[in-house]
């Protein structure tokens, strides 16, 4: 190991390679709260770059674009010039995409070792282009070992007498509310065995961090701590909608079960409400991660309980779509959706973004075309062309794209429908009137809710027939 150099010295030049939603909202961050520090985010496609020196940013997040134009100007700088950018840096932050590998033929197992590419190919170039010592930060989501996978990368590449620190940084931020978990987050690990290097990074945060909340341990269990927590919230959605098909089978109220659980501390109420399941580009490739590293260490029962958590999630999107089947193919005798119309509200893995990255909407808006409907779909983020493309690559299994149409607000999706069904958990889907849009869709008029966003009983005092994931009626006229 070689020590940067003096401790008292601070970071006042950093680099972050990979401009995606977590290296633009985390050095917009950063740029804001640290003046003193100027900020390269290079990436190495051009598009994604001239966007975040546009007026229309690559990715949408509440707060984003304010902070993005004010530090643009100042310390913050996007760029292609990735080689300028390192050799200019002190500490060099690594936030590109780490994507599962594809899933080995024939193989039964739902782990997916990560695919390490591009962070190897960033660790080779920084060892390249350095002649200075750097700090190099793994701020992706790696599995245990890789931070000293890319030591050793930096020390067998580098120019002679160049020294590399890596840390391991973690970054826990949620999509839809990023810039709030960035400005107040519930901890910040630095993981590494160079005390040196982590007092910088920590120097860094503790412009706006509390000290107590920057956790310093070793480097195994700050990318260890980082899986398991994606892995735990994931479980946590998995229990509740597993609680949520128990509630439909025997007539309890998820809303209730929950407010019963959480009311206990040791529970809490947090990240309790019932969905069509967990989407975005990391609960399931970190899960899957986390199931690879038990097969890999010879933990089988480790990575079969894991296992479940996936399982359980898939069943979610099924069981809502057999629904849907059950409750509509009565009326007129009709098999399968024959031609009936589906307005979609909301396509986003989540609410708050526009980012489309393992959408359970998807799954749901493929399964409904297979099975006969016409889909008009609406999300206040993302972009028509995304949505299109989405389904068009899910085309491969039978999806009839030519039977979607995507609208520009939720009255046209509604307009001309027989089923409503939220897909996304977006407030605005509250504020519709529901009263209208009754006279706008055929009857009888259903409303599957796979969100738990409406007021259900509102609804069905208008006339809808409701389900709500997690209740166990459906009224019929
Ligand atoms: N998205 C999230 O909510 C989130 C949250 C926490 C952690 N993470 C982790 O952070 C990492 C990045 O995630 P993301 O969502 O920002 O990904 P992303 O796909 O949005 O962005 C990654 C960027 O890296 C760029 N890139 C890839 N290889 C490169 C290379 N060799 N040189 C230069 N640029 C390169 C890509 O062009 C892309 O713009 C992943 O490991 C992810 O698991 C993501």
Redesign the pocket.
């Known amino acids: 190991m070689v020590h940067i150099s003096a401790p008292t010295d601070r970071i006042t030049s950093i680099c972050c390679?990979?401009?995606?939603?977590?290296?633009?909202p985390t050095c917009a961050v950063i740029a804001a709260k640290c003046p003193e520090i100027r900020i390269t985010v290079?990436?190495?496609?051009p598009d994604?770059i001239s966007a975040w020196n546009s007026d229309s940013l690559?990715?949408y997040e509440p707060g984003l674009d304010a902070l993005v134009k004010r530090q643009r100007n100042t310390n913050l700088t996007f760029s292609t010039d990735?080689d300028r950018a390192i050799d200019q840096a002190q500490l060099i932050f690594i936030?590109?995409?780490?994507?599962p590998m594809p899933h080995t033929h024939g193989s039964s197992s739902m782990g997916a070792k990560?695919d390490l590419?591009?962070?190897s190919?960033?660790a080779r170039?920084i060892a390249r282009v350095s002649l200075t010592d750097k700090i190099v930060v793994a701020?992706?989501?790696?599995p245990c070992g890789a931070c000293a996978t890319i030591a050793g990368m930096l020390r067998d590449n580098g120019q002679k007498g160049v020294g590399f620190s890596v840390l391991s940084n973690?970054?826990?931020?949620?999509?839809g509310t990023?810039v709030r978990d960035l400005l107040h987050p519930d901890r910040v690990l630095i993981g590494g065995d160079d005390r040196v290097a982590q007092d910088k990074l920590k120097a860094v945060y503790m412009h706006w961090v509390p000290e107590p909340r920057i956790l310093t341990m070793n480097t195994w269990s700050s990318e260890l701590a980082?899986l398991a927590s994606?892995a735990m919230l994931a479980q946590r959605v998995s229990s509740i909608n597993s609680i949520s098909a128990v509630c439909e089978a025997v007539g309890a109220d998820i809303a209730e079960v929950a407010r019963g659980c959480g009311s206990d501390e040791r529970i809490g109420q947090k990240f309790l409400r019932p969905s069509l399941g967990f989407g975005?580009?990391?609960f399931h490739?970190?899960i899957a991660s986390l199931i690879w590293l038990s097969e890999s260490l010879g933990l089988p029962e480790v990575a079969e309980y894991w296992h479940q958590v996936l399982a359980l999630n898939r069943f979610q999107i099924k069981r809502f779509v057999a629904r849907i089947l059950a409750d509509t193919s009565r009326e007129g005798g009709l098999s399968g959706l024959g031609g009936r119309r589906v307005a979609c509200l909301g396509f986003a893995f989540k609410e708050g973004t526009g980012?489309t990255?393992n959408t359970p909407a998807a799954d749901v808006c493929c399964e409904l075309l297979r099975n006969g409907a016409k889909l008009s779909i609406y999300d206040p983020r993302v972009p028509r062309h995304h949505i299109v493309d989405k389904l068009a690559m899910s085309a491969a299994s039978n999806c009839d794209i030519d039977s979607v149409s995507v609208c520009s607000d939720a009255y046209s999706a509604i307009a001309g429908s027989d089923i409503v069904v939220v897909l996304t958990a977006w407030s605005e889907f509250r504020q519709i009137d529901w009263e209208q849009a009754l006279k706008l869709m055929s009857q009888p008029a259903y409303v599957f809710d796979g969100q738990v966003v409406l007021d259900h009983g509102r609804l069905e005092q208008l006339g809808f027939n409701v389900f709500s994931i997690g209740r166990a009626h459906v009224t019929t006229q």
């Not at 936030?95 to 994507?99: D, E, L, Q």
């Open positions: 390679i990979g401009a995606g939603y977590v290296g633009g290079v990436d190495r496609d994604r690559p990715v990735i936030a590109v995409n780490t994507p990560p590419s591009a962070v190919e960033c170039r701020k992706s989501t790696v973690p970054e826990f931020l949620s999509e990023a980082k994606n975005g580009s990391c490739k970190d980012d990255r």
